[in-house]
């Protein structure tokens, strides 16, 4: 089992930046790829951002490249997701998620943390 928290949301204002983070701990080795997704009310959950855990190769959504970054420490426990820019439709609970080599979905999820944005 793979556990991951989440935190960093909170309320800011358009423009302002935040910088969520995941902590992995478990059975951490089995992690193939960490991604950020987030799901805004009355909305399907969307995909955001995602790398892999070995050798940092990234991918982002359209509606979120230039403004947010993904990325891991050296230890390769927590996961970040630096946003920049942040406008209100970036309002959402974000989630972490890992998924391991021999599947083909995210599996682990954390709890997910608000992040709302002011206009």
């Known amino acids: 089992q793979v556990q991951l928290v989440e935190s960093g949301g909170g309320l800011v204002q358009a423009g302002a930046s935040l910088r969520l983070s995941c902590a992995a701990s478990?059975?951490?080795?089995?992690?193939?790829?960490m991604g950020w997704f987030r799901q805004a009310p009355g909305k399907e959950r969307e995909f955001v951002a995602s790398?892999?855990?070995?050798?940092?190769?990234?991918s982002y959504a359209d509606s979120v490249k230039g403004r947010f970054t993904i990325s891991r420490d050296n230890a390769k426990t927590t996961v970040y997701l630096q946003m920049n820019s942040l406008k209100p439709e970036d309002t959402a609970v974000y989630y972490c998620?890992?998924?391991?080599?021999?599947?083909?979905?995210?599996?682990?999820w954390g709890q997910g943390t608000q992040v709302t944005v002011s206009s």
């Open positions: 478990g059975r951490t080795f089995s992690i193939y790829r």
């Open positions: 790398l892999t855990w070995s050798g940092g190769s990234t």
């Open positions: 998620a890992a998924r391991r080599l021999e599947v083909s979905r995210y599996d682990y």
